[in-house]
Structures are given as C-alpha cells and as structure tokens.
C-alpha cells in the first residue's frame, strides 16, 4: 500500500496544474502531496474524485500509464450537473488538494488482440488515450478516432497532434448539418479475428457504432464500451424501505431514488456514478423484490436477490428491507 493511502482506499493528491480548454472541459494534472509515486494504472482504469463528503465522481486517466509521476483527468462541466462536475470546475484551481481512490479498471483493453480500433466521441476520448499509450508503447496495430463537433469542442487535438501516436489519430468533426466525418455503417474495417473495437462517450453515440459493428459481423466479446453518463429510468410505482439497523422506515416515490430518499431521513450510503455503473452504493438486502437497474451486478447476482444498487434500482414489491 503506498504510504499516504488511508485505510478506505483514498488519498490526497494535489491539483499540480489545471488547464481550461475550449468545450467548458478542464484538465487536472493529479500528483503526490510530497512527490511520491503514484499507484499503478492500465489502460481504460478511472479514478473516484471526491466531491464532498457522500458524492464522488468517476473520471478516465487519460495519460501515459507508464509514467507513475501524475494522474491527468479531464472534467467536462456538464450543464446538468447535480453538484459534482460544476463544483469541481468552480472549486478546484491549481494548487487545491483533492481526496481520490485508487484506480480501478472496468474497460480495460485486450493486449493480444491483432487490431484495436478505438473511438472516443467528445470527452469519451479520455480513457482512448491512455489505450492508444498503452498500444503504442507495446508495438500493437491500431487506429483512434476522435469524434468532436467542431474545433470549438475539440480539447484534444493538440495532446494527440503532439502524441507519440500522432500517426495513428483520425480526427473527425460531425457538424450536425452534415453527414458524420466517421460513419460507422461505412468506415469501420471489415471484421477479421483478433480485431477488438473500444468505444466511449454519449449512450446514443456507442450505440450507433458498437450496433453497426454487430451488425457488420464483429464478435460481440471483441466490442467493448466505457458506461460513465448511462441514462437510468427512475420512475416507478412508490414503495417503502426498511433500513432494519437504523430501524427507520421511508417512501420512494415515483422519480425518486433509494440513495436520496434514505439520505432524507439521516441514513448516508456513498454514491459515485449514480446511474448503476460503479458498484458504489451496492448495499444487501434482506427482504423484498429487487427491481435492478443497474449496468454493474452480473445476471447471476440480480437474479439472487440479495444486494442491489440504491443509486438506480427500485423494488417490485411494496416493500424492501435493506441491511442498512
Ligand atoms: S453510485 Fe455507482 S452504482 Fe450506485
């Protein structure tokens, strides 16, 4: 365990150097407090920022995983932010220390493939660069697509003109008055084995790319997308909790969530993602049916029926007792 690592898995890091670029994203270099070096990452891991004391959010290390001296992040200040990317563009300057978890991979890449075609749409390019590092520096095939509207939103198109890969990058404006620079149903190579295609950035976005590359014949274990920003229905008929150690009870109305109508009545669960993606929230239930979700218990898991995300998931029946 590295030395100023608390014992929850977080740590302090300090804000060495915060860039502004254009499409309201700021990037944070993230280094040691006293120099030291950083936990290891791979390709496509993310780290947990801490927001306030119940909030955090997941941000892709989009820098060279071979270099241990900084973790870099970016931030896109979303216009429907519910506190966390707004009060980190507003709150943290250069200087600022921050609480952070160590890194954690759930899109990590396949080193052995033949080919790797990663498209990053927007700030979905984060975790691309760290994978194109990562592919690069082991002398692998592959091609990155950087799916932007315009220069105007176009962050990153210095860090990848001045990449070690430069010669590798595709970058593609899609203006919505015209036909798509990078159109999935024309552009992707033909599929041959051993090609694996990584995708990241809006929900419609990796729908349109990774459905056409189903649909051209790419193997559904080859395809593999980033789920930060999943849109999760919320509504629902209302039901009530059981927090059985606290022995509170409260209601979860329509639109409502379990985290927020809990934290209502006093009864705080850490949530980071907040739409069924980070396992953060997952909590154990002891009586009730689950509706689940969420994006992260496997189909063996829902279907036991003993945890669930309160986050997103709901319950079935009138009725749910948590272990909380
Ligand atoms: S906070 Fe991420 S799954 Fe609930």
């Given at each position: 365990m590295v030395a100023f690592m608390s014992v929850k898995g977080e740590f302090s890091v300090l804000v060495a150097e915060r860039v502004d670029l254009p499409g309201d994203i700021m990037t944070l270099s993230l280094t040691a407090p006293e120099g030291q070096t950083l936990p290891p990452f791979s390709a496509g891991a993310h780290v947990d920022v801490r927001v306030n004391s119940t909030v955090t959010r997941q941000y892709s290390l989009h820098g060279d995983p071979a270099d241990p001296r900084a973790y870099q992040i970016a931030i896109l200040k979303d216009p429907a932010s519910r506190g966390g990317s707004a009060a980190l563009h507003d709150g943290v300057r250069t200087g600022t220390?921050?609480?952070?978890?160590?890194?954690?991979?759930?899109?990590?890449?396949?080193?052995?493939?033949?080919?790797?075609?990663?498209?990053g749409g927007g700030?979905?390019?984060?975790?691309?660069?760290?994978m194109a590092h990562a592919l690069h520096a082991a002398g692998r095939d592959f091609r990155l697509h950087y799916c932007v509207t315009g220069p105007e939103k176009a962050a990153f198109t210095d860090v990848l003109s001045a990449a070690s890969f430069a010669d590798k990058v595709v970058i593609n404006y899609d203006r919505s008055d015209a036909a798509p620079a990078f159109d999935p149903t024309r552009d992707l190579p033909a599929a041959t084995d051993g090609m694996h295609i990584y995708c990241c950035g809006p929900t419609g976005f990796m729908d349109w790319i990774?459905?056409?590359a189903e649909a051209q014949g790419h193997a559904k274990h080859c395809l593999h997308r980033e789920d930060f920003?999943?849109?999760?229905?919320?509504s629902g008929t209302a039901f009530t909790v059981e927090a059985q150690r606290s022995g509170k009870m409260v209601e979860v109305v329509d639109g409502d969530t379990i985290a927020k109508a809990l934290a209502r009545i006093g009864i705080t669960v850490d949530v980071s993602c907040e739409e069924g993606v980070?396992?953060?929230c997952l909590t154990d239930v002891i009586a009730g049916e689950i509706d689940h979700?969420?994006?992260?218990?496997?189909?063996?898991e829902k279907a036991e029926g003993t945890m669930m995300l309160v986050c997103c998931s709901r319950a079935r029946s009138p009725r749910l007792v948590l272990d909380l």
């Open positions: 220390a921050l609480r952070i978890g160590a890194p954690r991979n759930h899109f990590p890449l396949a080193m052995d493939a033949n080919f790797s075609l990663l498209v700030i979905g390019i984060t975790p691309m660069i760290a990774l459905g056409a920003g999943a849109e999760v229905d919320q980070c396992g953060t979700r969420d994006q992260y218990l496997t189909d063996e």
